[in-house]
């Protein structure tokens, strides 16, 4: 592990931590300043959304060790949670289908909870696997037999609009909660599995996993109409419609002397990254005292030399598996915030490239083992993504000029300009790596 | 006994076939995987992209070759554009090892940080690929489309059923033998591809026995890069060519090269093989099918489908899982994982 080999270093100053900070926030201002607010202010959401990803990230990667690829699946665990959660419920839908969905989820769970019941009884080799098989197959067959006709029965209620079952219509920041432990919950199962095998097997097996998991959402329709989408989630801040209308908005209109449309959609930009900042800061503050704790310690330990912490004593699966609950767990709360600012819940947009190895990027660029590093990380990675654009455009639009409009090769470069973001964003990652391996902000020494 | 016939060679012509091409081509790519691997120690996240890289500099090569009027057909003119496509990428590639990997494995890094530098050469190479040719399908299929079509089939047998075999998919399953044969010959009788054996086996005694470790990373990196090619450009070929989709195909590969034992050879082309059927099969429906061989009365109510054709990738997966559970050395391995 890289992080065994440590040269002897003096401890950071406090302005390696700061200035990046400081960096970043004025290259937010410099985008409200040069491009407008309201791209600043979405750019500065994404960041802090992101930034509570990488922090899940940071707990399994940076001090555990653990190569979590599955990043996606617990992104979209998350957004599946806030449909759950927060969207109506549809009633017809219920009633056409809901008991047997129900009983069909139950056979499924029934038969996993049987089959480790049965392995834990029966212990010779060959028999355990005739079982197992036998056993799985029956209960796919039955919870199969009943699901079919009740999914059949969901799909077909009004299915333009709906085909779901809806949610439980309860406050979308409940959701934001149950995302964290609806991802805690499957990173459980998967790190009961995974977990132990060596880092690139890990690493594959999460990857799948995940994979798995977003292939779910996109074809059961009846869970989240899977490609057809879920709109027009509920929200935890107020619409801009009706912000508009009361007292005090026009008020303050007249006070700043701006108009109402562009005036209500800054309020609600805030109002989010409030909400963010919140969650981040506890995130942050949790993530910062379980470091410093005895706990922190041990992980420490464990990341650094495995054997030897075995050899005093620590219990190395189970602290692993927890800590790959937690980071799970952090990384899911970051979906349902995501899709909560996205207000639509859209299976077929978690790509790996964006939602699994855009994260990582951001932890190691930042700095593995440092929270505060992963943060910076996040929001600079993020800005770079979405500011690679316009900047690979402009620069794209100056080198080609001396072609001329017309020129198929200047039209063909312009058009697909935006496809350099992957380029920066992976010899950004080959530098780091390289030529400070340890990130922006490195991990604090502690001796 | 007619219903027995239509039935094999109606499974055969929906599953089999098309089953033993698209094996042909996971089985090339595992096999570059398996010997990055086996050599340098470390899952190559970026074979995916060096697949598509490939296949779109073999396009390129293509669309200039057909713009001369070249052509080798009944064949594919993809086939003749091949070793441009080849050479190009195996520079890529060597230069990437030379300007990334090559640090890491002087300071000896650990394998994890392969795997992360992997992500990074895999960023630049997905970026570079869509910046160039644009994330968008490109067919460069040409030549005759079948060996021989349903309808040819049909006039000869008599059957009921038809059976067709595509251009492409005779091309697929040719070149991976030929390619297979070739490499198992390079490993098991030549100087070289025996030193390479001897250093996957064990870096250091190999080392001491005067084996030029360099040499042996350079030709691990132009043989995967050239397996790559190969399977990137048949997999073009017999689908179409679109980058995104390479990125999907990079986990099926990886499935194939662990079911079949990470740095084994053997075990990169039989896995291939058993992802590729096991995806076909599972997702196949089965209602035709059986309408031949049992009577009607008999027959199921639905498709007869274990799974959704949605579900095709996560079978692979699934498997992947199972095999991480139960054997992680996968079928053909003897190191231990």
Known sequence: MSQSVRTPRTPASPMRTVLPFAVFFLLIVAVGLLQSWTVALTILNMCLVSAVM????????????????????????????????????VDAAWQAGGPGVLFGLFLLLATAAVTIAMRRVVTARLPRMVLTAVFVAAGLWAANTVLGPSTAAVEG?????????????????????????????????????????????LAIATLGVSEIIVAVLMNEDWLARGVKNVVGLPRPVPYEVDMRTTAWF????????????????????????????????????????????????????????????????????????????????????????????????????YQPLRFTFLVWVMVIVGGAGNNWGATVGAFIVWFAWVEAEPVGHFVIDWATYALGDDSPIRQHLLQNAAQMRHVVMGVLLLVVLRFAPRGIIPETDRT | MDGFLNAIVLLANFALVPGAAYGSQLALGALGVTLIFAVLRFSNFAHGETMSFGAMITIFATWALQSWGVSIAPL?????????????????????????????????????????????????????????????????????????????????????????????????LVTAIVCVVALFLFLGKTRTGKSMRAYADNEDLAT??????????????????????????????????????????????????????????????????????????????????????????????????????????????????????????????????
Do not use: C
Request: no cysteine.
């Open chain 1, 250 to 349: 026009a008020d303050l209109a007249d006070r700043l002397g701006m108009a109402a449309v562009p005036l209500s959609s800054l309020i609600v930009k805030l109002a989010y990254a409030g909400l963010f900042v919140v969650v981040l800061a506890l995130i942050l503050w949790l993530a910062e005292r379980a470091l410093a704790s005895p706990w922190g310690r041990t992980m420490r330990a464990v990341r650094d030399n495995e054997t030897a912490a075995a050899a005093m004593g620590k219990d190395v699966k189970r602290l692993h598996l927890l800590v790959f609950i937690v980071g799970s767990g952090i990384i899911g709360l970051a979906g349902a915030m995501l899709t909560t600012l996205d207000g639509q819940f859209t299976p077929s947009s």
């Open chain 1, 54 to 89: 990488a922090l899940g990230v940071n707990v399994q990667w940076g001090y555990a060790g653990l190569v979590n690829f599955g990043v996606m699946g617990f992104t979209a665990l998350g957004g599946l949670a806030v449909v759950v959660i927060a969207m109506p419920t």
């Open chain 2, 76 to 172: 594919p003119t993809g086939l003749l554009a091949l070793p441009i496509g080849i050479i190009v990428t195996v520079a890529v590639v060597l230069a990437s090892d030379k300007f990334v990997y090559a640090y890491y494995r002087e300071k000896r890094s650990d394998q994890v940080i392969f795997l992360i530098a992997s992500i990074g050469v895999m960023f630049v190479m997905a970026g570079l690929i869509r910046f160039i040719i644009g994330p968008d399908d490109q067919i460069f299929a040409d030549g005759a489309r079948f060996v021989f079509s349903v309808r040819d089939f049909r006039a000869v047998t008599g059957l009921e059923e038809g059976l067709a075999l595509k251009t492409t998919q005779l091309v697929t």
């Open chain 2, 208 to 337: 001491l026995s005067g084996i030029d470790a360099g040499r042996v990373v350079r030709i691990a990196w132009i043989l995967s890069a050239t397996l790559a090619v190969i399977a990137g450009v048949l997999y073009g070929l017999d689908k179409s060519y679109k980058p995104f989709v390479f990125q999907e195909l990079l986990l099926p590969i990886f499935a194939a090269a662990i079911v079949g034992g990470l740095g084994s050879p053997v075990g990169a082309i039989v896995g291939g093989y058993i992802i590729a059927f096991a995806e076909v099969l599972v997702t196949y429906a089965y209602k035709r099918f059986l309408g031949h061989l049992v009577p009607p009365d008999w027959m199921p109510d639905g498709l007869a489908q274990l799974m959704g054709t949605e579900y095709k990738f996560a079978v692979a997966f699934v498997i992947l899982v199972l095999t991480l559970l139960i054997r992680p050395t996968g079928l053909f391995n003897k190191r231990a994982a």
């Open chain 1, 157 to 201: 209620v009004n299915p333009a609009l709906e085909g779901y079952l809806g949610g439980f219509g309860a406050p979308v920041l409940i959701a934001w909660a149950v995302g964290a432990l609806l991802a805690a919950a499957a990173a459980f199962v998967i790190g009961k599995i995974a977990l132990g095998l060596r880092a690139d097997y």
